[in-house]
Nanobody, 125 residues
C-alpha cells in the first residue's frame, strides 16, 4: 500500500481545508485508513479514520464536529474536510493505512504500517 497526501497549505483561523490521500495498491473493506497529525514539538496523534468501507469511523475529540473523513472508493482516495480551523490545528498531516489493524488499534499509530509523506497545514491567527 502506498499513500500520497496532498491539500495542505496556509489558512486563516476560522477557515476550511480539504486534504486528500491517494491510496495505491491493495484496498479492501477492512483496510484501516486514517489521518494523523504532528504539531511542532508534539507527538503524532490520531485525527480521524476507520475502515475503508466506513465502519468504525471515529474522530479525535479535538476535531469532533469540525472534521469529516470520507472516501471515494472508485478513485481510491480518502479525504479530510476540516472547518473552523484553529491555530492549534497547525501540524503536518499524515494519512496512514493498516492491513491487519485490530479494532482497538484503529486510533493508535501502532495500528498502521503504511504512511504517506505528510502535508503541512498552517493556521494563522
Amino acid at each position: 500500500v502506498q499513500l500520497q497526501a496532498s491539500g495542505g497549505g496556509l489558512v486563516q483561523a476560522g477557515g476550511s481545508l480539504s486534504l486528500s490521500c491517494q491510496v495505491s495498491g491493495r484496498t479492501f473493506s477492512r483496510l484501516a485508513i486514517a489521518w494523523f497529525r504532528q504539531g511542532p514539538g508534539k507527538e503524532r496523534e490520531f485525527v480521524a479514520g476507520g475502515r475503508w468501507n466506513g465502519d468504525s469511523t471515529s474522530y479525535a475529540d479535538s476535531v469532533k464536529g469540525r472534521a469529516t473523513v470520507s472516501r471515494d472508493r472508485n478513485k481510491n482516495t480518502m479525504f479530510l474536510q476540516m472547518n473552523s480551523l484553529k491555530p492549534e490545528d497547525t501540524a503536518v498531516y499524515y494519512c496512514a493505512a493498516g492491513t491487519n489493524t485490530i479494532t482497538s488499534n484503529l486510533r493508535q499509530k501502532a495500528g498502521y504500517a503504511y504512511w504517506g509523506q505528510g502535508t503541512q497545514v498552517t493556521v494563522s491567527s
